[in-house]
């Protein structure tokens, strides 16, 4: 049953973050609760919006909560309109997206466009017809018969989708997908991806077996490099990585989600069959993929980062690590077994120019330096207490944007910036092609 929600009395004064959270909590009453916890979804939102900076776009309801691990999806495909057959042009090395992200135990939700936020871009145009395409190749590999797959209208389309420097750097959407004699709806969906970095695949990770994702191997088909499966109940999902460097996720559940509330029985198809289709090498970003940075080793980006960070007789607890597609480290930072902050490292991937780099966001900084390390110049801001206190160390480099944040536990818990600022200017964190 739905309740209408009460409606908040306005306020004569500025909205702060605990209005806010009543606001939230009210309008929440009368939504019913999705299948996903709504506080996961959340999560896998904001660590999104930070990482990602994508542009969603769509005919229908967008994506906010993309069930499973690997769906980020991105806009605007090119000349798929006349080559129905062909679903996108020829592809270079980029990045991909997942659903379950690992957000780290550190609020990371502190903007990264305090500094290295790349140019804002006008949302991309829709893609039907290329998004139709990959639809058609999809329905070869796994209902070539047109018996379950709900074929994709301007109509009924949605599209999601990223895009960085100016390039398109995902796109992608859901398909229904009916079974005869049941009223449900299940799913089919399709990321295509510039590339591993930046995506949100949760295998390796820490996250993995807490969000209970089981994850194995699969035999890479033809010139794939590698393929990969995770498994969440009756969520299959698959990334490929393609011979020229791009990442397909595709998504198989037995509800589509967003307004859908009843699902399918299942989906009659097998890891294999999905492996195979995520490799048709036809599922290509338009125009060829952007120029990506090489990815970053992760255990190496944490190994060093211990060592640059943590003294003798320091120590992290509650570590949450990322997976290879990712470069993030967070903990808590304990000096003799005294919890003095959460710490955490993290190198993001930059496509097209930063906007105002080295620039002070004085929304969330009350003051800021800028310290050259080597004639590298670093942002180093101070945390406004309300948002926490501590500070952010942030580095863009020809490749990568590196950060360390630290949010002390209590006044006087200060972390040495100068350890911070030795591991942000390493110049293992860029990689050049």
Known sequence: MTHT???????????????LDEHLRRLAAGVEAPAVPVEEDLARGRARLVRQRFVIGGACLATVGVLGLGATVAPGLGSAAERPDYAGGSASPAPSGTGASATPGTDRTQARTTQGAQTPLAPPPSDH???????????????PGWDHLVKYTRANGNQQGGSAGGQVTSLGSKYGWRNDGESGLGMLQVSVNAGWSGTYWLCGSSGAEAEGWRCHDAEAPGSARSAEVAVHDDVVEVAVEHEDGQVVVLTASSLFGNNST?????LD???QALVGAAADERLSLPGGAPDVPPLLDSAVFE???????????????????SGRSEAWVAGHWLVDGRDRGELSWDATPLMGPVADPGGCFRAQFDRCEHPVVDGKEVLVGHVRAKWGGGFQAIYDGPSYEVRVVFAPAYDGADFPVDRALALVTDDRWQPLN
């Not at 009843?262 to 299942?266: E, R």
């Open 5 to 19: 929600p009460e409606h908040p009395e306005p306020l004569d004064r500025p909205l702060d973050p605990r209005d």
């Open 129 to 143: 017809a290329t998004l139709a395409a990959y639809q058609q190749v999809l329905a070869a590999h796994l209902d």
């Open 262 to 266: 009843v699902g399918v029985s299942g």
């Open 269 to 271: 198809v097998t890891e």
């Open 303 to 321: 190994e060093v980062g211990r060592a640059t960070l943590l003294a003798s007789g320091e120590s992290l607890g509650d570590l949450q690590t």
